[in-house]
Structure formats: C-alpha cells, structure tokens
C-alpha cells in the first residue's frame, strides 16, 4: 500500500478526482469539482491511498477546510474516505501519518480536523478543542494532533 501526495499538476490527480466523484460518500462530489477547477493553494495537497495501483482512499490538508474562517486553526484534514472493502486495515492512520510528515516539512507543529464522528481522530491522537462553526453554518467537533 502506497500514499500518493498529489497537486493538480501530478499524473493521478485526473484519476483521483475520479475516484471521489464515483465513491459512495456524497462529499466525494464535492472534492472531485474542488479539485477539477483548481481550488487549492500551493501548499494544499490531497493525499491518495493505493494498493496494486488502485485507489482506494483519499483525504486532503488545506488551510481551512469545512472551518468558518474566522477561527485561527490551520491547516485542516479533511474527505478522510476509505473504500468500505479496503476498511479496517489503518488506512486512514496511515494517511494521516504522511499528512503529519508533509505537514512538519513546511513549518507545522500542530493540524486539525472537524468531524461529527466520536472516538474515530482520538484514537490517532487527536484531543477535542471544541464544538466550532462550519462554513454550512452549523457546528461540529474540532480535534487538534500536536505534531
């Protein structure tokens, strides 16, 4: 198993974005029409899981993700998805583990993540900030790792 760290001008970007606008996780869509009209800064990657050459998970690091701008937390994961067959294997732990290193390569010490889900960030370190605002106007769970 391989994790890719993409920009729109890497081979699999085309073919990733792909993948997520067909997964069975509606916000896949929206990750695909992000990434196929350039919505990225520089620094802001996706990330793709890869087993034999098949993708078969994807997450992103991005300075705010679903977080109202007006929080002072960066960079943000986020569409952390695994394909249900591939489940149960720590996939998701191990793009979040190449996330962390991309993140302290350019100047990190800390990431976050906003999730409606109880004990799935936690078991990867992650300790509940708080209940924040999301860009959809409602509010969801924020989780920081300390890198």
Same mark, same amino acid.
């Given at each position: ?29 929206? /990750?695909?029409?992000? +990434? ?20 078969? $998970?994807?997450?992103? /690091?991005?300075?705010?993700?679903? /977080? ?19 489940? $149960? ?12 290193? @991309? ?10 993540? +906003?999730?409606?889900?109880? $004990? +799935? ?8 900030? $708080?209940? @924040?605002?999301?860009? @959809?106007?409602?509010?969801?769970? /924020?989780? +920081?790792?300390?890198?």
């Amino acid at each position: 198993m391989e994790i890719h760290i993409i920009t729109n001008t890497h081979e699999k970007w085309e073919r990733v974005a792909s993948f997520a606008e067909k997964c069975s996780w509606r916000a896949g869509k929206y /990750l695909a029409k992000l +990434m196929r009209s350039n919505s990225f800064n520089d620094w802001e990657r996706v990330f793709a899981a890869y087993d034999d050459n098949k993708i078969i $998970g994807f997450c992103t /690091l991005t300075e705010k993700d679903e /977080l109202d701008p007006k929080y002072p937390y960066s960079p943000l994961v986020g569409f952390v998805f695994v394909d249900e067959t591939f489940r $149960g294997r720590r996939i998701s732990e191990k793009m979040i583990r190449k996330v962390v290193e @991309y993140s302290k390569s350019i100047g990190y010490d800390k990431i976050y993540v +906003m999730s409606s889900e109880k $004990g +799935m960030y936690e078991k990867y370190g992650f300790v509940f900030i $708080g209940d @924040y605002e999301t860009i @959809y106007s409602d509010k969801e769970q /924020l989780f +920081m790792l300390e890198i």
